[in-house]
C-alpha cells in the first residue's frame, strides 16, 4: 500500500514560520503526500512551492474553533480558493450544535459547499467534545449538507481521533461521504489500522511512511 497519498501533510501550529512551511512542502514533495495543509495565510506561500507538483493544497477555515461567523467562514474559504487552494477543512459550530440548534449547523455546511463547488470539503466534527449520538448526528449533517468528507478532529481538542469514532462515522455517512482521521496518528501501524476501517484520508505532522 502507497500510505503516502491517505496523508494531508500537516503544520497548524501557531508559531509555524514560512521556512517552516517551505520544508513541510519539500518533504510532501519528497515523499509524495496527498497533500499539504496549512493555515490559511500560508496558502498562497505553499501554492507557489507546490506549483507542478501533484501535490494538493489544502487549508482550514474557521480553525481551531469553529465559532467565527458563517460569512466569515465563507469569506475566508472564497480568498483561499482565490490563491489555490484545493480543498477546504472547515470546523463546524460546535456551540450550535450541542444545544439543538442543527439546521444552523446543517445549512453553514452546505453553504461552504456551495463555495467549494468543485474543491474538496471535509467537515471537522471535533469528536472529543461530542457523545456518540451527537457523533452521529454531526455526521449525517455532513452527508445532508453534501460534504465531501467527514473529518474527526481538529488536533488541538482535548483528543484526536480514535478507532471507535472512525467506526461509528463509517456505520452512519456509508458512501455517501469520505472520512479523514486526524489528531494523534504518529506511525504507520496506526494509520494503517485507521485505513483498515475505511478512512480515505489521514492528517499527520509526522512522516509516517
Do not use: W
Amino acid at each position: 500500500m502507497n500510505l503516502a497519498k491517505y496523508i494531508d501533510y500537516t503544520l497548524l501550529k501557531a508559531t509555524a514560520t514560512p521556512a517552516q512551511i517551505e520544508k513541510l512542502c519539500q518533504e510532501a514533495r519528497q515523499y509524495g503526500f496527498f497533500s499539504v495543509c496549512v493555515n490559511s495565510g500560508y496558502v498562497p506561500l505553499v501554492a507557489q512551492e507546490l506549483k507542478g507538483a501533484e501535490v494538493k493544497v489544502c487549508t482550514v477555515v474557521g480553525f481551531p474553533l469553529g465559532a467565527m461567523s458563517t460569512q466569515g467562514k465563507l469569506h475566508e474559504a472564497s480568498i483561499a480558493l482565490a490563491e489555490g487552494a484545493d480543498e477546504i477543512d472547515m470546523v463546524i459550530n460546535l456551540g450550535l450544535l450541542l444545544s439543538g440548534q442543527t439546521a444552523k449547523v446543517r445549512d453553514e455546511i452546505a453553504l461552504l459547499k456551495k463555495e467549494t463547488a468543485d474543491k474538496v470539503l471535509k467537515v471537522i466534527i471535533e469528536t472529543c467534545y461530542l457523545t456518540d449520538e451527537q457523533k452521529r448526528l454531526a455526521s449525517q449533517l455532513c452527508v445532508e449538507a453534501g460534504a465531501d468528507f467527514v473529518k474527526t478532529s481538529t488536533g488541538f481538542g482535548t483528543a484526536g481521533a480514535t478507532l471507535a469514532d472512525v467506526q461509528l462515522i463509517k456505520e452512519v455517512v456509508g458512501d455517501k461521504a469520505l472520512i479523514k482521521a486526524s489528531g494523534g496518528i504518529r506511525d504507520r501501524e496506526t494509520a494503517l489500522q485507521y485505513i483498515a476501517l475505511g478512512v480515505s484520508r489521514i492528517g499527520a505532522s509526522a512522516i509516517l511512511v
